[in-house]
C-alpha cells in the first residue's frame, strides 16, 4: 500500500500518531519516498518511533554524535529505516518490541523537541522578515514608481503571489511558536507531548509542492503575463500596456528639432489617479530620481495652472519646459523643447496624436 505521508518537525507527534494506527491496523513501515510511503502487510508489523532529525551538520563534532546516538538506538532494538523532512525514521528490530526511545516528556523536550522547534521557526521567520526588510531597502533606496505595476497584469500577479508566499511562511512560522508553546507547557505539567492535528500537518508536509507552483506561477507570470508592447515611429518610440486596472502610453523623441516626452496613464480606480499623479510631482523635485528616469533637467518648482483640466502643474527649465495635468481619471505627463506646454491647443494636439498613435500601433500589430 503507498499513501501520501509527508510531515515536518514540527508535526513529529502526528507521523507518530498514523504510524501507530496503521501498525495496529496489520501496517508495517516498508519505504519512504518524497511525499508517499509504502506500507506492506504484517501478521506482526514492527512499530516505528519518529523524532526530529538531529546533529545534520558535516562537521565532524556533530558527525561523531550522530554516529554514537543511533549505535545506542540499535543497542536499543531501534534501526534507522529512513531520514526524510527532518524527521528521524526509527523501525523495531526483527522479532523485538522495544520500549520508545523517549519515554519521558519533559526530556524530550529538552533534548529533542525545544530546540528543533526552534530551529523550524526561525528557518520560517528569517525568510518573511529577510525578504520584507530587503523590499523595504529597496524601496526606501530606489524610490520606484511603484505604481507602474497596476498597468500590468503580469507585474499585479507576481505581487500577489509573493505576497503568498511570504503569508504561507508566516503562517508556518507562527504555528510552529505555538505548538511549541504547547509542549512547553506539557513538559512543565508532567504531561505527553501534543499530537497537532492530522489535517494541518499534512497540509504543512506539502507546503514543498506550494512553494513549487507558486515557483511555477511566478515563473509563467513573468513569461506570459508582462504584456508592454514597443514601437518604433518614424523619429521615437512608443511604448503601451493594459491592464485590468488601466491603460498606458508612452512615447519619446530625441530629434534636432527638439526632444519630446508623452507620458498617458489611464486608470479605472479613482485612488491611482491620486497616486500617479502625487508621485510624477514628487519626481521633478528629487535629483536622484530625476536621473533615474532620464529627465534631462535638473529639480524644478512646479507652479499650478489654469488650463481648463481639473489640475495642472506646470514647470521649465533652461532648455524646456513640461507639464502634469490630471483630467478625471487620467493623468498625463509631457516635456517638450521648442514647445509651449502652457498652451492648451499645442497640449490636447499632442494627447490627440498619443491616442491616434497608440491605437493605429495596436492595430497594426493585431494585423
Given at each position: 500500500m503507498t499513501r501520501w505521508f509527508r510531515y515536518t518537525a514540527e508535526d513529529v507527534k502526528a507521523a507518530q500518531a498514523e504510524l501507530d494506527e496503521l501498525a495496529e491496523q496489520g501496517w508495517e513501515l516498508a519505504e519512504l519516498g518524497i511525499f508517499t510511503a509504502s506500507f506492506r502487510h504484517a501478521e506482526q508489523p514492527r512499530r516505528c518511533w519518529v523524532e526530529p532529525a538531529r546533529w545534520t551538520s558535516i562537521r565532524r563534532k556533530d558527525e561523531q554524535a550522530r554516529t554514537d546516538y543511533l549505535a545506542l538506538c540499535e543497542e536499543a532494538g531501534w534501526n534507522l529505516l529512513d531520514e526524510a523532512g527532518g524527521l528521524f525514521y526509527f523501525q523495531a528490530q526483527p522479532d523485538t518490541d522495544p520500549a520508545p526511545i523517549q519515554t519521558d516528556g519533559s526530556l524530550e523536550w529538552e533534548d529533542v523537541l525545544k530546540k528543533s522547534l526552534w530551529n523550524q521557526a526561525y528557518t520560517f521567520f528569517y525568510l518573511v522578515v529577510y525578504w520584507v526588510a530587503w523590499a523595504a531597502g529597496r524601496f526606501f533606496l530606489d524610490q520606484p514608481r511603484v505604481w507602474e505595476m497596476f498597468f500590468s497584469n503580469g507585474a499585479m500577479l507576481v505581487q500577489l503571489l509573493l505576497l503568498l508566499w511570504l503569508a504561507v511562511n508566516l503562517y508556518l512560522g507562527m504555528r510552529v511558536v505555538r505548538y511549541r508553546k504547547k509542549c512547553r507547557r506539557a513538559a512543565e505539567a508532567g504531561k505527553p507531548m501534543p499530537e497537532p492535528g492530522r489535517k494541518a500537518a499534512r497540509f504543512r508536509g506539502a507546503v514543498p509542492l506550494v512553494y513549487i507552483l507558486l515557483g511555477a506561477a511566478i515563473i509563467l507570470s513573468f513569461l506570459l503575463g508582462f504584456n508592454s508592447k514597443r514601437y518604433n515611429l518614424e523619429e521615437g518610440w512608443l511604448t503601451t500596456e493594459r491592464s485590468v486596472l488601466g491603460e498606458s502610453a508612452e512615447y519619446r523623441e530625441f530629434s534636432e528639432k527638439g526632444d519630446l516626452w508623452l507620458e498617458s496613464y489611464d486608470c479605472k480606480i479613482s485612488w491611482l489617479v491620486g497616486t500617479i499623479c502625487g508621485d510624477l510631482r514628487a519626481i521633478e523635485g528629487d535629483e536622484n530620481r530625476l536621473h533615474r528616469y532620464f529627465h534631462y533637467h535638473g529639480?524644478?518648482?512646479?507652479?499650478?495652472?489654469?488650463?481648463?483640466?481639473?489640475?495642472?502643474?506646470?514647470?521649465?527649465?533652461?532648455?524646456?519646459?513640461?507639464?502634469?495635468?490630471?483630467?478625471g481619471n487620467r493623468?498625463?505627463?509631457?516635456?517638450?523643447?521648442?514647445?509651449?506646454?502652457?498652451?492648451?491647443?499645442?497640449v490636447d494636439g499632442l494627447l490627440d496624436w498619443l491616442d491616434q498613435a497608440a491605437c493605429a500601433a495596436e492595430e497594426n500589430m493585431i494585423a
Open positions: 529639480p524644478v518648482e512646479l507652479t499650478e495652472t489654469d488650463l481648463g483640466y481639473d489640475q495642472a502643474w506646470s514647470y521649465t527649465w533652461g532648455g524646456g519646459n513640461g507639464l502634469i495635468f490630471r483630467q493623468v498625463v505627463h509631457m516635456e517638450a523643447e521648442n514647445l509651449d506646454l502652457t498652451d492648451r491647443t499645442v
